[in-house]
Every structure is written in C-alpha cells, then in structure tokens.
C-alpha cells in the first residue's frame, strides 16, 4: 500500500502558494532551519491563549476607551464655556485681591 507521506512543513511562499516540505527534501542546510522554524511554531503555539487573553484585554481597553470619548463628548456641551470660566476666574481672582487688599489696609 502506498502511504501518503506527510510534510515535516507547510507555509506560504511569498507568491501565495502552498509549500509543502518533507523529509526527502531536506539537506544540511535546511534541516537545521525547518528545525527552527518548528522550534518557533511550539513556542507561539504555547503563546497563543496568552495572546487570545492579551487580544480580549486590549479589546477591552479599546471599548472602554472609546467609551470615555463619548461620554466626555456627552458633558461637554453641559458645562459652563471657556469664556464662562475665565470670566468666573477673574472674578474670583478680583474677589480675591479686594479681599486681600481689605485686610491689609485694616
């Protein structure tokens, strides 16, 4: 019976095809770099519920960031203007130095 052998590889290659890299294709060369890449593949594999996790969080970040903006939108137009409160700050500042000024000529 003739066994379908499977590739130790498969990526795409820069044109977007499939390639599929077995044993038999393998030299000196080669061998030591599948080898790495296959070291490569493990670790993000081992990575990928910490990066579902980090995906979830930042989604999170962002929704809830978002959020802020629009509810700073929202209160914007309630609150008193710059103008206002820069007519409110030197009036309280005039308060002030009249109050100031009161004290010390007392």
């Known amino acids: 019976m003739n066994e379908e052998v499977k590739p130790v590889l498969t990526f795409v290659d820069k044109e977007g095809d499939t390639r599929?890299?077995?044993?038999?294709?393998?030299?000196?060369?080669?061998?030591?770099?599948?080898?790495?890449?296959?070291?490569?593949?493990m670790a993000q594999r081992d990575l990928q519920p910490a990066h579902e996790q980090a995906q979830k969080v930042l989604s999170h970040w962002?929704?809830?960031s978002l959020n802020i903006n629009l509810l700073t939108e929202k209160l914007e137009p309630l609150l008193p203007s710059k103008k206002a409160r820069q007519i409110i700050k030197s009036?309280?500042?005039?308060?002030?130095?009249?109050?100031?000024?009161?004290?010390?000529?007392k």
């Open 91 to 105: 009036m309280t500042k005039e308060v002030k130095d009249e109050s100031s000024s009161d004290k010390t000529n």
């Open 62 to 64: 962002n929704s809830l």
């Open 20 to 41: 599929e890299v077995h044993e038999h294709d393998l030299n000196d060369q080669s061998t030591p770099i599948v080898q790495e890449i296959s070291a490569v593949l």
